[in-house]
């Protein structure tokens, strides 16, 4: 099996001249499809920066970055916007929802912003909010929706147009355990059952018995890199 994500010789700073400060410094790793990869380390480690840049959101000072085979820093700006549309889904910590906007325009926005027709891209809508679990708060806005269901709508929108990656932003921040725990499953079962590539920055520590990978990251380098089994996680889950 291939990788669908490659980052080679990641570098870059911020800021210029003696203020100029590393956050990535000749990071190269793979992401395979169908696994949930954790990515941590402290605050200012590059985690966060990392996935900007394999995500298509951020061009690095030096390094390659390809997803299904293509080079993301080769494209113009148009056609690296299309191909994210087309292959790379996001969840962000804050949820990014519309106020005004109920969780069915939110996942159908996507959509309707890649020119598909409104009928299609609503009966699309309610089958990755059925995903979710969230077929029955379908019509309601964010202010009336819990912590927990806003990041499902996030998800659900992140998952609508199918992309083969998942990049996610400390999606359980700003959750409970409860709430936070159920994400990440829910983003373990993404994986397995449509063999996306899931990519997660966190913090939390709760979180790795749900992946299959956890990458530690220390001022911009990969300090360890460790997989998970997944028979051991059965035999958790059993017990």
Same mark, same amino acid.
């Given at each position: ?5 490659? =980052? ?9 001249? #003696?203020?100029?400060?590393p956050v990535l410094q000749g990071l190269s790793a793979e992401f395979m499809p169908g696994e949930v ?44 916007? !299309? ?7 996001? *969840? ?19 959509? !309707? ?7 299609? =891209?609503?009966?699309? =809508?309610? %089958? ?14 964010? #202010? ?9 709508? %996030?998800? =659900? ?14 999606? /359980? ?7 936070? /725990? ?6 373990q079962d993404i994986a397995r059952a449509l063999g996306t590539t899931v990519i997660v920055v966190t ?18 380098? *990969? ?6 089994? !997944?028979?051991?996680?059965? *035999?958790?889950?059993?017990?």
């Amino acid at each position: 099996m291939s990788a669908a994500v490659i =980052a080679n010789g990641l570098v870059h700073a911020f800021g210029s001249g #003696a203020a100029r400060s590393p956050v990535l410094q000749g990071l190269s790793a793979e992401f395979m499809p169908g696994e949930v990869s954790l990515v941590m380390g402290a605050s200012g480690s590059g985690k966060s920066t990392l996935l900007a840049a394999i995500g298509g959101l951020l061009r690095p000072d030096r390094g390659e970055v390809r997803i299904a085979g293509t080079a993301l820093w080769s494209l113009t700006a148009r056609s690296l916007e !299309r191909f994210r549309y087309q292959h790379c889904g996001y *969840i962000f910590q804050g949820f990014n929802l519309f106020p005004a906007l109920t969780a069915l325009d939110q996942v159908a926005l996507p959509l !309707r912003f890649g020119g598909i027709a409104k009928n299609t =891209a609503k009966a699309r =809508a309610e %089958a990755s909010l059925a995903e979710v679990g969230l077929e029955a708060r379908l019509h309601l806005r964010p #202010a009336e929706l819990s912590g927990g269901e806003k990041q499902r709508v %996030a998800i =659900a929108r992140a998952l609508v147009t199918r992309p083969q990656v998942l990049f996610a932003d400390e999606p /359980t921040s700003a959750l409970d355990s409860l709430n936070g /725990t159920a994400v990440i499953a829910l983003l373990q079962d993404i994986a397995r059952a449509l063999g996306t590539t899931v990519i997660v920055v966190t913090h939390d520590a709760r979180l790795i018995r749900h992946a299959e990978r956890v990458l530690q990251i220390d001022n911009g380098r *990969i300090i360890s890199d460790e997989r998970i089994s !997944r028979t051991s996680m059965a *035999i958790e889950k059993a017990a």
